[in-house]
C-alpha cells in the first residue's frame, strides 16, 4: 500500500530536549515537505526536499532541521524545542512532475511544555 | 501576508444541496490550485487540481471554477453528502518560477447536515 508514514504520532516533551520526528514513504517519491498546522492559521511549509541531499526552506523554518541522505526518509529534527512549537506536523511526499498531488502521513501532534 | 485565503472558516450545507467553498489569492504569479480534504485525526488527501489555462475542472461530483481576472476559485460539491464534511483548503503554487511550495489557506470547515 502506497503510504507516508511518521513516528511516533503523538509526543510530549520538555523545552529544550532534542527530539525527531521520522518521516518515510513508500512511493520513490522525489520530493518531500514538512509542514505545521496549526489553529487560524492552516497549513504552513517547514522545509521540503527536491531529492536526496537537498533541502530548502519553507516558510517557517526557524527551530527546525531537516536531512535527506536518502529517497525514503525525510526527517525533521528539534534540536532545542520551545512551547511555540507545539503543533500538528504532517509530512508529505510526490514526484517532482507533479508537486500539487501530494500525499500527506497522518500527522504527529506535539506538544512541548 | 496571506497569499491564499479562504475568508470563510466554516459552511453548513443541508444534504443533497449544493456546497460552495471560495478561495481568493493575492499572487498573480499563481498558475496552478489545489483542493484538499482533510478529515479529523488524519492526513489531508488531494481532491481536484486546475490549471490556469482552464477555467472550470470537474471530477465527479466537485468542480472547482478558476477567475483568473478576479484571483478567485471555488469548489463546487453536487450534491453534498455527510461525508464530505471535512476542512477544506485550497493550494496554490507557481511553478513557471521554480517554486516547489505549496502555499496553503486557512481552511474551511464545511458540515453536511443530514
Known amino acids: 500500500e502506497a503510504q507516508v508514514t511518521q513516528n511516533p504520532r503523538y509526543l510530549i516533551t520538555v523545552t529544550g530536549k532534542k527530539l525527531t520526528v521520522t518521516c518515510s514513504q513508500n512511493m520513490n517519491h522525489e520530493y518531500m515537505s514538512w509542514y505545521r498546522q496549526d489553529p487560524g492559521l492552516g497549513l504552513r511549509q517547514i522545509y521540503y526536499?527536491?531529492?536526496?541531499?537537498?533541502?530548502d526552506k519553507g516558510d517557517v523554518p526557524e527551530g527546525y532541521k531537516v536531512s535527506r541522505k536518502e529517497k525514503r526518509n525525510f526527517p525533521l529534527i528539534l534540536e532545542s524545542p520551545s512551547p511555540n512549537q507545539t503543533s500538528l506536523y504532517f509530512c508529505a511526499s510526490s514526484f517532482i512532475g507533479n508537486l500539487g498531488e501530494q500525499y500527506f502521513g497522518p500527522g504527529t501532534r506535539l506538544t512541548v511544555t | 501576508d496571506q497569499q491564499v485565503k479562504q475568508n470563510s472558516p466554516s459552511l453548513s450545507v443541508q444534504e443533497g444541496r449544493i456546497s460552495i467553498l471560495n478561495c481568493d489569492y493575492t499572487n498573480s504569479m499563481f498558475d496552478y490550485f489545489l483542493w484538499y480534504k482533510k478529515y479529523p485525526a488524519e492526513g489531508p488527501t488531494f481532491l481536484i487540481s486546475i490549471s490556469s489555462i482552464k477555467d472550470k475542472n470537474e471530477d465527479g461530483r466537485f468542480t472547482v471554477f478558476l477567475n483568473k481576472s478576479a484571483k478567485h476559485l471555488s469548489l463546487h460539491i453536487v450534491p453534498s453528502q455527510p461525508g464530505d464534511s471535512a476542512v477544506y483548503f485550497c493550494a496554490a503554487s507557481d511553478p513557471g518560477a521554480g517554486s516547489y511550495q505549496l502555499t496553503f489557506g486557512k481552511g474551511t470547515k464545511l458540515s453536511v447536515i443530514p
Open positions: 526536499s527536491m531529492n536526496v541531499e537537498v533541502t
